[in-house]
């Protein structure tokens, strides 16, 4: 039977994204690692800054 972490590892190389199984503790930040060779970046901080930007792009072009 597949483990999870081997089954996350078989999808990432199908190209799926995998990040969602950090936050769902299918496997750690350091698996994530060995996985995709990237650290991982909490995807709730990456989007709190994205659309901070993004507003902040949208109010100076007004």
Same mark, same amino acid.
């Given at each position: *039977? *597949? /483990?999870?972490? @081997? &089954? %996350?590892?078989?999808?990432?190389?199908?190209? &799926?994204?995998?990040?969602? !199984? %950090?936050?769902? #503790?299918?496997?750690?930040?350091? $698996?994530?690692?060995?996985?995709?060779?990237? @650290? !991982? %970046?909490? =995807?709730s /901080? =990456? /989007?709190?800054?994205?659309?901070?930007?993004? =507003? #902040?792009?949208?109010?100076? $072009?007004?």
């Amino acid at each position: *039977m *597949m /483990t999870e972490y @081997d &089954f %996350v590892k078989t999808i990432y190389s199908w190209g &799926f994204p995998i990040d969602c !199984y %950090v936050q769902y #503790n299918w496997i750690t930040k350091d $698996q994530y690692k060995e996985i995709t060779g990237k @650290d !991982y %970046v909490d =995807a709730s /901080t =990456a /989007t709190s800054a994205g659309a901070s930007e993004s =507003a #902040n792009t949208d109010a100076s $072009q007004a």
